[in-house]
């Protein structure tokens, strides 16, 4: 069974810092692009960054490019995402994912999900 367990989920004031860990578990991951969404209330599911299995390729969203780092090690099967100068639309809940098509925006183009977790930034 597949599992993607987020962890580092928060309430930072704005120009704070977060950083969130996935682990991935269930399958081998070869080949699989991790990532991040996240969804504010009342909004769909938003692209933020995802990462191919080598590492060699990223991808952000517009919003939180020069912001947002993503990184993986394989070798923990995880991936992270190290958040700066966060502002208060960042909040929402951030779902880590684990899929084929590394680069894809689209949601349903992503296999599997985690559970979610909080961040909130305070003004």
């Known amino acids: 069974q597949v599992q993607l367990v987020e962890s580092g989920g928060g309430l930072v004031q704005a120009g704070g810092s977060l950083s969130l860990s996935c682990v991935a578990s269930?399958?081998?991951?070869?080949?699989?692009?991790l990532g991040w969404f996240r969804q504010a209330p009342g909004k769909e599911r938003e692209f933020v960054a995802t990462?191919?299995?080598?590492?060699?390729?990223?991808y952000y969203a517009d919003s939180v490019k020069g912001r947002f780092t993503i990184s993986r090690d394989n070798a923990k099967n995880t991936v992270y995402l190290q958040m700066n100068s966060l502002k208060p639309e960042d909040t929402a809940v951030y779902y880590c994912?684990?899929?084929?098509?590394?680069?894809?925006?689209?949601?349903?183009?992503?296999?599997?999900w985690g559970q979610g977790t909080q961040v909130t930034v305070s003004s």
């Open positions: 994912v684990a899929g084929t098509i590394p680069g894809s925006r689209w949601y349903r183009a992503w296999n599997y």
């Open positions: 269930g399958r081998t991951f070869n080949n699989y692009g």
């Open positions: 990462i191919t299995w080598s590492g060699g390729g990223t």
